[in-house]
């Protein structure tokens, strides 16, 4: 019973917190690179009153902040009743691309969509949002 009371207190002391700072955080550059290499123009838009049954376009826009070309590798709708595209070549540093998405309005009331996108320079994809009122006609 006293060897069981010693290992679960090992064991306790092992995975205890005091171990987390073992390793440096100070330095969080990688991290700011990364987030910096998309700057997007705006990561949620809203789109006011789309009368139904009218498509409605909305356009993200961002620049290459980076030193090296970005490619969109993934855009991914959050439901079937928007459509998307964007800049398929490589986007080169310094230029701007897009994610467009085309919501169908087709249900009155108001919305909050989203679009999500993975690019090269992150395999974290990054959300777009667009929110509008779906007015019936």
Known sequence: MKKLKISALLAVLAFST???EVLPVANN?????????????????????????????????????????????NVAP??????ADYTKTPI???KK???????NAASPGAFIKTVTVTTSDSKTPKTLSFKG?????
């Open 97 to 103: 691309g897009f994610v467009a998405a085309n919501y």
């Open 92 to 94: 080169a540093p310094g």
């Open 133 to 137: 009122t779906v007015v019936a006609k």
């Open 78 to 83: 959050s439901c079937g009743c928007t459509t």
């Open 18 to 20: 005091f171990y987390a």
């Open 29 to 73: 550059a990688i991290v700011n690179v990364i987030a910096d290499a998309v700057k997007w123009k705006a990561e949620t838009i809203d789109v006011g009153n789309i009368p139904q049954g009218t498509p409605k376009l909305i356009k993200f826009e961002f620049t290459n902040t980076s030193k090296a070309p970005i490619i969109i590798e």
